[in-house]
């Protein structure tokens, strides 16, 4: 299938949006759990130091959805930093419209975020998978990425909600 | 213990160095550490930092009884993005020289990266933790954190070397 993979715009973001949304669905939350607008998308990704950057995969008017969207795929990433290696990326999210699966869509976004960490001098790119998440688990194996969780014992930890309140209120006064 | 939390500035580099340079031989991967205090001046005081530090600090009487260091621990993060919940702060790394652990230094350090997190409108604080480290995950989940690969199944996953170079061959 033709293709094209480029750098999202300001314009991409309610397409992001819509995308971020089913992929969510696919990751088993409530469509609630999704908290960011597309305005806060386009605010955060086009700051003065941008929290992330992002690519999409578009097809052809003659290839487009059902309900008619061209851009059919996206992924969200950022730039990282590991104390032992060096610079480093962060890709949070890789989705293609289910409709578009199997084409090398998902792929090419891959390749195209590992490009550009690449020409800026990156050594390492990470991301998480769901453990029951078989299809994606393959297909990143078959990439040569490693789960550091199963070889290492790498565990994600997180601080949200009261919990983070707390702790920053925490945080000596200066 | 008397001691004070601050921004890292360039000149912190080199404690910075050799700190991340004692966390690497108690995670026994001193062979893998690539980064130099070049690196980090580079890296973390550009235009568009890739990493943001903080530093502890006590006072001249209390300096370190070997090399009288007063800068004893350290913490590296960036911002990070969740793209359902927005903006979100990193801890890369967390350290406490040996003989000032257990007096809050280390509470804290992670403490103030929260703070700074919130105030830039973070509403998350990620990092990760070897889970056969048992004292730095009994301290974390003490203090009301969760375990996201022990509750929600996620596994980290890691493309370098040689399988990145093949990835990234347009």
């Known amino acids: 299938m033709d293709f094209k993979i480029r750098a999202g715009t300001k314009d991409d973001c309610k397409d992001m949006s819509r995308m971020i949304k089913e992929l969510a669905v696919f990751e088993k939350k409530g469509l609630d759990e999704v908290k960011t607008s597309h305005e806060e998308l386009e605010k955060d990704g086009f700051c003065q130091n941008p929290f992330f950057e992002f690519l999409v995969a578009e097809v052809p008017e003659e290839h487009k959805s059902k309900e008619g969207f061209r851009v059919v795929g996206y992924t969200l990433y950022y730039y990282t930093f590991s104390t032992w290696k060096g610079r480093a990326m962060y890709m949070e999210d890789l989705y293609v419209m289910e409709e578009f699966r199997g084409k090398g869509i998902g792929g090419g976004l891959m390749s195209k975020v590992a490009e550009m960490g690449k020409k800026n001098l990156c050594v390492r790119l990470q991301f998480s998978v769901s453990d029951w998440n078989t299809p994606a688990r393959e297909f990143y194996a078959a990439k040569g990425a490693q789960d550091i969780t199963e070889k290492d014992g790498w565990h994600f930890i997180r601080f949200e909600g009261q919990e983070f309140d707390d702790l920053a209120e925490s945080a000596p006064k200066d | ?170």
């Open chain 2, 1 to 170: 213990m008397d001691f004070s939390i601050r921004a890292a500035n360039v000149e912190d580099c080199k404690d910075i160095a050799r700190m991340l340079m004692e966390l690497a031989e108690y995670e026994k991967v001193t062979d893998h550490v690539k980064v130099t205090q070049r690196d980090l001046e580079q890296d973390g005081f550009s235009k568009n930092p890739f990493f943001h530090g903080i530093v502890a600090e006590v006072p001249e009487q209390l300096k370190t009884k070997e090399a009288g260091h007063t800068k004893i621990g350290y913490a590296l993060y960036f911002y990070s993005y969740s793209s359902w919940s927005g903006r979100a702060v990193y801890m890369e790394d967390l350290y406490v020289m040996p003989e000032f652990r257990g007096k809050g230094i280390g509470k804290a350090l992670m403490s103030k990266v929260a703070q700074l997190g919130l105030a830039a409108g973070c509403n998350q604080l990620n990092f990760t933790v070897l889970n056969h480290n048992k004292s730095s995950v009994d301290f974390y989940l003490s203090q009301g954190c969760y375990d996201l690969t022990d509750k929600m199944g996620y596994h980290c996953m890691r493309c370098e070397g040689e399988a990145l170079e093949h990835l990234a061959q347009p």
